[in-house]
């Protein structure tokens, strides 16, 4: 025991003394959640979503004066990055019944329920801008929701989702949630996903942030990554068709105001590629990657926003988008690992954020919104925090609690990621806490759907994290792992249904032409483009860290 | 009660299962436990034969390094590893005397192996199950007979690889004894046959199965023609060449009786008086319960199957 | 940790730079000008799209990291491997059974593992390769299956090894019959299913649906928790 040295500075050695001493009080300490007034008082006070001068009114198109952040306006009052005076919409490269954009749990799901429900593998086209199954999907760790357990039920489910979701939700979306729920998992199953099970063969189910009943059914704390890489052998399997490193770049649109597929740029040559398809479902996930208000983020390397711009410009609604969630835990040390998911399982199974002095000062699972809000107070508000070398704050995740509570090697069997991820870097998170610090997590709104993942422009479906109205304005953990396979699957099914008698006309980017004539006329200066494509780290912007908090 | 490492062997696990159920079931009753390594792997059967080859020494070695450990955590009480395939047995002590001999060898197999926690020493010994009960005593096994197989007339098959090359096999190249002795030790009638070292075609099976074919018939041809009703073998890929393929054997040679073939551990294990778990014979094609059940070796059940 | 904060010299795919020693190795290529397309992912260690195959100085020995995990030594000579050509066989899960002898008719070059182990020397994720390689081998699904579990695909075990198996391919099929045919599936969650199809509860989540934003908040904030098991 004695060999093991601290993954930790010097200096931080007393605040990791005063941990040790309080763990064995803290064990089983229940602190108690806050009130609806005091959820409200934290909120408004640190959450960054409450910082109005990181946000402002879009000034163009049909959704002009929602608030969003400013990057993300950014990214919509800008000009397309395709000259389409340059683009021969006359030449198609593909021609197919259904076109889904993006290849993470939403996508792969669609493209399996479409084949399902009769359209040939090869008249199914996955677009992927990196590779199949590379999606924010893949690195969820803790869990995805449903409603099994004996004592649960789809309306005790529903509750929770929407006082989680600050009651914004769409009423009609959370039902579909909730009631999917259990099939998606049955579906799961059936392909071959390994869920953790008890000696039983019952779930093993853990709560959450905001959940009233234990509903979160997990794979280690790979669950995303089980789920997806058993979708991606069977799309494979399926020889449905795709195509990887080629990201779609704006809809290409009928002269019956129908989306008839997308304009793609294949990263590889360098050109510009025209899809036609009778359905397109745009299903691209996160915007992670624009680093609102400076915050490193969990998300993959792709997660830019893309489909929000297309969606916009192709006229769908957006909705929600002035809501952004923080995951509480993110990693805040060692400087490599900064901004990376530590998942909400670890509180779940007893972990307690914790401040410099060793105190417990926060209910671990209110809902995110709250709980970040918590731990930047703790950090900036009542100067309590942890700082690292590089000017970091953070507090810690006493996660040495986990083996107490549930028995020795529970952290090695249901966290092999998070402990191999920390190892490498000189941390055994079963010996010393975590450094956390609320960190980008995930997209609460964006495209509006509805309960048949169908968006406000014909022929265009959307679903997963690029989807606005299923989370109101707070998504619970394990929701948006259901939110990918629910609507996923409801898009592929009705995006079959219509690809069987949908005709598409003649193909244009007039749209995109129109769109930048609303952005001459707005006032908007700008030399911005988009899509973004991929984030721009070369150079010295790799080692700069811009934290605009308080 | 004596410990020794259990090596099963990649068929022992899967297709010649009932090989090892009636093993361990017979060797509790002769005190023998036999502990199996959590990790192993295949012996890859079968020995190198280019003089140069390193790589292909590397599987078998890498179990005895399981050997030695399991004696480090006092898991079994000596440095035997016991085999029940005899092609396992034949590849794992071949590598097992190369690596003693060869310093060369010994030296690039550690190199290459340097991810293991412990070294070979090169003192682990590599034993056929045949031997371990032969060190016994021909009376342990036989007072633990409870059914005495009397009127089973039995055939002993080595096959190749249980007595070649000299050095390596279990007994005498050309006058074996030892599962002679086991046979009469069981209460049977030893049936002695010309062709009981002869080849079976071995792994041929998978491409020249005709030739196979008659090799096993000649063989099953001697045995039954020197008054034997029953085959014994050691090694899976003999059982299923001298008993699976008889439909093969009868479609060249339509006058071939068919004629049981059995693991020597299955035949113990209904002379110890065990149950069908043990004997295992449900997998055995062609099967030898008609047979023993006629000879009033097993009992049938009151549904007809037998017991 | 051997993360410093002075500049070291790293090579990438043959070309110098001096990088801070404290990057990892996709921050460091990052760093030096490079904008992956091919080879970044998750950037988390989930994904496997950054395998890396890396020597460092004085050193034969080749070794496999995530560049995305791993941080820079001077004199690393790094080359990315984004992907692994392998054939990736397909069949249908549900036509499938686990059978001793499954894994071997679609993988049947499973059969030439030497036990050589360079698989689980390549591992950037400690997985015992060579292990469930062999456990495979054997027919024993339910550990292959157990001992693959971590795998992210990354493809520097297949890229690797002399008998040209693709470890990772062999462990998807394994898993995916352990769960879905050992394993089977929770009844609870059948029934669950079975309730839903029943609409028993369309009533209730009905009168949710309709109810205002106050009548919510007041079940919300007042409504039963219970986590036990």
Redesign the interface.
Known sequence: MSDYES?YPEYMKESLEKVKQTRADRVGKRYAPMT?DERQKVLEGYHPDWKMDQKRELKIGHNKGLLMPHEVVDQLEAHSIVDTSKIDLEKIDYDVDIMIIGAGGAGLSAAIIANDNGIDPDKILIVQK??L??ANS??SQGGIQ??????D????H???I??GGH?FND??L??AM??DG??V??WH???????D?LED???Q?A?GGGT???RMHSC?D?T???IT??LV??V????ISYIE?TSAVEFLKDDKGQVGGALLYD??SDEYKVARAKSTILATGGFGRLHIQGFET?N??GATGDGIVMAYRAGAELVHLDSTQFHPTGSAY????VG??CTEKLRARGAQPVNVDGELFVYPLETRDVEASALIRECYGKKKGITTPSGMIGVWLDTPLIDIINGEGTIEREF??MM??YH???IDIRKEPMLVFPTLHYQNGGVHINVKAETKVPGLYAAGEICGGVHGKNRLMGNSQLDLYVFGRRAGKAAAERAETAEVGKLSLSHVDDYERLLEESGVETDRKSPML?P????????EHQLKLL | MTRYTYYPGCTLKTTAKNFEDSTLASSEVLDIELVEPERWNCCGTVHALATDDVMHHLAPIRNMIRVEELKEQDMVDNKKMVTLCAMCYNTLKRANEVFKSDRDKKKKIHDTMYREDIQYSGNVEIVHLLEVLREGGWDEVKSAVKKPLTGLKVAPYYGCLLLRPRGIGIDDTDNPTIMENLIEALGAEVVDFSHKQKCCGSYHTVHMKEAVADLSYNILKQAEDAGANILVTACPLCEYNLGPRQTQIRKQYPSFDSIPVVYFTQLMALAFGLDEEATAFEANKPDPMPLLTEMGLMEKNKNGSNK | MEATNEMVTIYVMGKKYEVPGDLTIMKAMEYAGHQFRRGSGCRGGYCGACATLYRTKGSYKLEGALACQKIVEDGMYIAQIPFNPAEKITYNINELRPDANTILEYYPEVSRCLSCNTCTKACPQDIMVMDYVQTALRGDIAKTAELSFDCISCGLCAVRCPAEIVPYNVATLARRLNAKYIDGPSQHVLDRVKEVEEEIYDEDIDKLMKASKEELAELYNNREVDLSE
């Open positions: 993954g609806a990196l590779r199954g590379d893949k690195m449903a409603a099994d357990h004996p004592r039920s789809p309306v005790i529903y509750l929770d929407i006082g009651y009423p009609e959370v039902e909730v009631k259990p099939d998992i049955k199953e059936e392909l071959g996903v390994k869920y099970k063969g019952t779930m189910l709560p009233s009943r234990r280690k790979y995303g990554m089980e890489r058993v052998d069977e494979i399997n399926r020889e490193f990263l590889d969990t993959h390397y060692p400087e490599q690992i990376q998911l092999a990621a191999r991820n490498k870097f000189g991929l721009e780290y070369r150079g010295k912007k790799t080692i």
